[in-house]
């Protein structure tokens, strides 16, 4: 079987009815909506023409890792990062529509799937389109499927699908961007993705110079993450009931924001489960999940506005998930590195 099907979202688009297919690519624009992030706190967002642009991150030996949460995150081992600079935000929509502009950069979200990628699925199911969260009316169990919906149409410009605009959130973090849509931006801005060590050791780093226990949730009013039972009910207790224009919480204690929550950041680093990297043989170097398996993964830090206590919790410096290298989504953006020659 071709590796594309092994992705647990795209088998269910690809083996659906017609008439489930249709449920499953509709617009979704209505039950969306209300997540789609209108602050109810717009005063303490920050003039993000006004922030810095980046912070330098002194190198050092962390313990990278967590024996005590997902085993994903096992196990915890002593790694070296050299120093290097860090965007202090999420890119934004804003900084992304001045990319597209410049390079005419078409994401994979508003090509589809071509037949090369994916030559087992029908036409429906390589349309372009993207992922977008859709709470349900009645939950029945806990599948993602209830939640999840691949809407044709949806893309950077259009986060809830057609119809839908990023006019007015021209601050909020750049999402439905894929691995390669991530790294083109960091090419042409003269970066990189952030390995997940560098993202971890920053993460760390700076909560523990808050005195924030890293195996912890953050603190209320310290990151945009979901306060209520997921996935029916989101209380907004932090001001919002989706995505955040960037850096409207308090930053780190380097200056870097939204690290945690709002939404997931996309690495360069392919995704294993667990940080004991298998065999060349065992395992291609496009990383594996056994969730999806023979699907190219990328690993994805730092929760999103999805998180909440009774369901993810993956809003903390060790917590990983592997992301579809060809899939985007409402809740994953990244933000881009540089590398620095100064001595640690």
């Known amino acids: 079987m071709n590796r594309i099907v092994n992705s647990p979202i795209l ?14 690519m509709g617009t979704g624009v209505r039950s969306e909506h209300a997540y789609a992030g209108a602050p109810a706190n717009e005063k303490s967002c920050r003039t993000v023409g006004r922030l810095a642009r980046e912070v330098r991150i002194p190198g050092g030996v962390f313990k990278m890792g967590d024996h005590h949460a997902y085993a994903e995150e096992r196990p915890r081992s002593e790694v070296e990062v050299a120093s290097f600079w860090m965007d202090t935000h999420e890119v934004t929509n804003r900084q992304f529509d001045a990319f597209v502009a410049e390079t005419g950069h078409v994401t994979r979200a508003e090509r589809g799937l071509d037949r090369g990628v994916a030559p087992e699925l029908d036409d429906a199911a390589r349309r372009p389109g ?54 083109a931006y960091a090419k042409w801005a003269g970066r990189r993705l952030p390995t997940e060590a560098e993202w971890e050791y920053a993460a760390r780093r700076g909560q523990r110079m808050l005195d924030h226990n890293v195996h912890e949730a953050p ?35 380097q200056g870097l924001f939204d690290v945690v929550g ?5 690495t360069s680093s392919v995704y294993y489960p667990g940080h004991r990297r298998p065999t060349a043989r065992a395992h291609p170097t496009a990383g594996f999940d056994p969730k999806q398996p023979g699907v190219p993964v990328h690993v994805i830090k730092g929760g999103s506005y999805l998180c909440a206590e009774n369901y993810c919790a993956r809003y903390r410096p060790s917590a990983r998930q592997g992301q579809d290298a060809l899939l985007g989504t409402s809740h994953i953006g990244f933000r881009t590195v540089r590398s620095d020659s100064r001595p640690r």
Request: one cysteine or more; charged letters at 15%.
């Open 11 to 24: 088998w269910m688009i690809a083996t659906a009815s017609s008439s489930s297919l249709l449920l499953c």
């Open 130 to 183: 993207s992922l977008v969260f859709t709470p349900p009316v009645r939950l029945l169990g806990s599948a993602p499927s209830q939640w999840w919906r691949f809407v044709a149409g949806a893309s950077w410009r259009h986060p809830q699908g057609p119809g839908s605009t990023v006019k007015g959130r021209e601050d909020e973090p750049v999402v439905h961007v894929t691995y390669e849509d991530a790294a």
């Open 219 to 253: 603190r209320p009013g310290t990151a945009n993450t979901w306060q209520g039972d997921f996935p029916t009910t989101n209380r907004g207790l932090d001001g919002f009931v989706g995505r955040a224009p960037v850096a409207c919480f308090p930053p780190d204690a």
């Open 262 to 266: 709002n939404v997931w950041e996309l």
